[in-house]
């Protein structure tokens, strides 16, 4: 079978056959050589650029060890790599798959957050405040889970190799009183203390910014050494994959209006430090 152009859903469908099989510690040598293909070409599955059939996926699936529900999401997203971008519903108590392995491998993720603290910059008692209110009929149990795996999630930030980070909010998400005034104001010292690492710089859109771009709603970009830039657009129930450069491009110019009319990184520092002494005195 020819190479074909590689799409997000082809990509994400390789990483999680890579993640899937380097979790069973098999070596891509022997899965190759039980599909009876050649090591390069089973890298190109892996990493998207060879487009899998079902069939393949099955086949991998066999040699992997992946069976049940499991195996079934993954010969099903097979079948759905026409075009470009794809739509993931949520339907467990875990983060997409398909961002975390996107996450995972970006060389910078520029994330836009109207009314919250991005979720890698959150400390675990806002996390628990936020994920307390946004998650609806979940149990006590399951909260505590998302904020265990949220909190997991940001070893990202100081890994070898560490993506870069641009973090862009507004001035109403850091006033925003969640969890109240001692775990708004602990928040915002986090935030100031991770803006310190030098993979990480952030903006503030001022409240005296009344009108923007960015008030359409959050949204992230993640870009890779070699593969096209990712759009990520998420909502109650399901997460939207973009990387058709016209369906990009507005992102990312979006990305470039918010920063030319934010303050810059270190009037950013100054306002958040002033949003600490104002919580502590109310």
């Not at 380097?22 to 190759?32: F, H, L, S, W």
Request: charged share 25%.
């Amino acid at each position: 079978m020819a190479d074909q152009q590689s799409n997000v859903n082809a990509r994400s469908l390789g990483l999680e056959l890579q993640r899937l099989r380097k979790e069973r510690n098999i070596m891509a040598e022997d899965v190759a050589d039980a599909l009876g293909v050649s090591p390069s070409t089973f890298s190109r599955m892996e990493n998207g650029t060879r487009v899998l059939t079902s069939e393949e996926v099955a086949s991998i699936c066999t040699v992997l060890r992946v069976k049940g529900v499991q195996r079934a999401e993954l010969i099903d997203l097979a079948r759905r790599q026409s075009g470009s971008g794809f739509m993931e519903s949520h339907t467990t108590d875990e983060q997409s798959r398909s961002y975390l392995n996107f996450e995972s491998t970006a060389t910078k993720i520029t994330n836009f957050e109207l009314a919250l603290v991005p979720g890698l910059a959150q400390t675990a008692e806002y996390a628990h405040a936020i994920l307390s209110a946004l998650r609806v009929g979940d149990s006590d149990e399951n909260i505590e889970a998302w904020v265990g795996q949220r909190m997991s999630r940001q070893a990202i930030l100081t890994r070898k190799l560490s993506p870069a980070f641009h973090w862009i909010l507004t001035e109403e998400a850091l006033r925003r009183p969640v969890g109240g005034p001692r775990v708004l104001a602990r928040q915002i010292r986090h935030l100031v203390d991770l803006t310190e690492n030098p993979n990480v710089s952030l903006n503030v859109v001022a409240a005296k910014v009344a009108a923007h771009p960015g008030l359409m709603g959050q949204f992230v970009v993640m870009e890779f050494a070699s593969d096209p830039t990712i759009v990520f657009v998420e909502d109650r129930t399901t997460g939207i994959f973009l990387d058709d450069e016209a369906k990009v491009a507005p992102y990312m110019l979006t990305v470039e209006k918010l920063t030319d009319i934010a303050l810059d990184e270190r009037a950013s520092k100054r306002l958040m430090q002033s949003i600490v002494r104002d919580v502590e005195r109310e």
